[in-house]
């Protein structure tokens, strides 16, 4: 805890000697050695955790928590192990430098930059569009299935790595989630396990917002644990791949983050940028909305909240919030060029 307090302090070393050091080599050999299994080996470690605790309380509440000179100690040791193997493996990654330092672009952004590159997404997004789907009014239908999506936004990553080196991504380990009803219910589309460093993929989610999901879990294990930064990685590495229906899925994905900030900015604007888009993509949004509708329950608000507060603590202060930031890297690095 002494250490994370000080590296906390000093981003800088973070980014040199674990982001771009010793974190490379155990992810590597993490996903290399567990990447081999076709189930996820990190959701059955959840699992045995949740069964041992289970096992532990009972034997608590049989003994009626005596002895707590001896069990609290055991208890927080336990706990240390974890506490240790999550940063260790990848939680340091949340105090190295923001991206938009290391991408040497501003953090902030004006409202007409916003809306001249979310212009340009509408017409790319019309585009592309126009170009895989029957008509403009229907849905795109993509022609591959879910495991073929994980295998090309694995090939999206080496298509980018000679132009971005830092993002280069060997012995893959994504793998769809066992828990992905529990996940669903949770509303989240996946999670990188911090422990065993596999990407996990909630596989029933719309296969429209499978791409950017996976890209974004594979971002995660490359070290851009922020999840603003890790929504830039999916929007990067979709917009630039080779096959049109991941360029398609990145676009849209990338647009609907911008027109939620015009909105906030200048609701007629908004609207008026809206009715410019195809009406299939637009159905394309609905269908997710629509699928989180379906899936809505009491305990969903609550594990937001409680995922939101784990966002504060490890070093991104707006919470959930803080996915809106990938806009500001999005028009940043558009103006860079």
């Given at each position: 805890m002494l250490v994370i307090f000080i590296l906390k302090r000093n981003p800088a070393w973070v980014e040199e000697f674990y982001s771009n050091g010793i974190y490379i080599y155990i992810s590597n050999i993490l996903r290399k050695?567990?990447?081999?299994?076709?189930?996820?080996?990190?959701?059955?470690?959840?699992?045995?955790?949740?069964?041992?605790?289970?096992?532990?309380?009972?034997?608590?509440?049989?003994?009626?928590?005596?002895?707590?000179?001896?069990?609290?100690?055991?208890?927080?040791?336990?706990?240390?192990?974890l506490f240790f193997l999550f940063h260790i493996n990848w939680g340091l990654n949340y105090y190295r430098l923001p991206l938009h330092q290391s991408l040497e672009i501003e953090a902030d952004y004006d409202t007409e930059s916003l809306v001249k590159y979310t212009t340009y997404l509408i017409?790319?997004?019309?585009?592309?569009?126009?170009?895989?789907?029957?008509?403009?009014?229907?849905?795109v239908n993509f022609p591959f299935d879910k495991k073929e999506v994980f295998r090309l936004s694995v090939e999206g990553y080496h298509h980018i790595q000679q132009q971005y080196p830092e993002l280069t991504y060997n012995n893959a380990s994504v793998k769809p989630s066992l828990f992905r009803y529990f996940l669903t219910i949770m509303g989240f589309n996946g999670y990188l396990n911090p422990i065993t460093n596999e990407a996990q993929i909630n596989t029933k989610i719309p296969l429209f917002k499978l791409p950017t999901t996976t890209s974004h879990e594979i971002g995660h294990q490359l070290g851009f644990a922020k999840e603003n930064e890790a929504n830039y990685m999916a929007c990067l590495v979709t917009m630039?791949?080779?096959?049109?229906?991941?360029?398609?899925?990145?676009?849209?994905?990338?647009?609907?983050?911008?027109?939620?900030?015009?909105?906030?900015?200048?609701?007629?604007?908004?609207?008026?940028?809206?009715?410019?888009?195809?009406?299939?993509?637009?159905?394309?949004?609905q269908q997710i909305h629509q699928f989180w509708l379906e899936h809505e329950n009491p305990l969903e608000?609550?594990?937001?909240?409680?995922?939101?507060?784990?966002?504060?603590?490890?070093?991104?202060?707006?919470?959930?919030?803080s996915y809106n930031y990938v806009v500001a890297l999005l028009v940043n690095k558009n103006l860079k060029g």
């Open positions: 050695f567990l990447g081999y299994f076709p189930f996820s080996i990190g959701d059955v470690f959840y699992a045995l955790l949740v069964f041992f605790f289970i096992v532990w309380l009972r034997k608590r509440i049989i003994s009626r928590f005596k002895n707590p000179q001896k069990w609290v100690i055991a208890a927080f040791a336990k706990v240390s192990i017409q790319k997004s019309n585009e592309l569009h126009h170009r895989l789907a029957k008509s403009d009014s229907v849905t630039s791949h080779p096959n049109e229906y991941m360029k398609y899925a990145g676009y849209t994905f990338a647009l609907s983050y911008c027109l939620g900030e015009v909105s906030k900015r200048d609701v007629c604007l908004s609207e008026n940028l809206y009715a410019s888009i195809n009406p299939g993509i637009i159905k394309e949004y608000p609550f594990f937001k909240l409680f995922y939101g507060q784990y966002l504060k603590v490890n070093n991104q202060p707006q919470g959930m919030q």
